[in-house]
C-alpha cells in the first residue's frame, strides 16, 4: 500500500503520527483529513509550512479548540473559512472571526450553528455583504428581533432606490 492510501484509509494514530511528518505535503494533507488523526498530531500540522495542510487540518473534527483559536489567526482566508465550518470551533472563535476582513470567513460564521444570537445581533448592526445577512437571517440561531431588523433594513434600501 503506498503512503497516500495509508494516510487516506489507516485507522492507527501511531502510523497517522509517523506519516505526519512525511516530506510528500499531499500524504500530511491526507493525515489532516482522516478522521483518526489525533488532535495531537493535527496541532503539530497546524504549523506546516504549506496553507492547504493547515486548511484540512482546520475541516477535521478531531482538531482541538486550542489548534482552532491558533488558526482563526491564519492569514489564508480559506483556512478561517474552515475554522468557522468547523462544528467543534467555539463561540468564543466564531465571535472573532465575525469581525475578519473577508466576507467569506463573515459568511461561514454567519451560516455556523455554532454561532451565538448575540453574536449574530452585532453582525447585523454592521454587516454590508448581501450574502452575510442573508446568512444570519436563516442561522437557526438569530433572534426574532435580528431578523426583523435585517428586514427592516432590507425594505429601506430598496425604498432608497426607488427615489
Known sequence: MNKHTLARTTTDPVILDELSRDEDCLVRCWVAQNPNTTPETLDYLSKDEYWWVSYWVAGNSNTSSKTLDYLSKDKIFDVRCNVARNP???PEILDYLSRDKDSWVRYNVAKTPN????????????????????????NPNCSEETWKYLSALKILESLNEKL
Not at 453574536?119 to 436563516?138: F, G, N, S
Open 88 to 90: 467543534n470551533t467555539s
Open 115 to 138: 454561532t451565538t444570537p448575540e453574536t449574530l445581533k452585532e453582525m447585523a448592526k454592521v454587516e454590508t455583504d448581501y450574502d452575510v445577512t442573508t446568512a444570519i437571517k436563516i
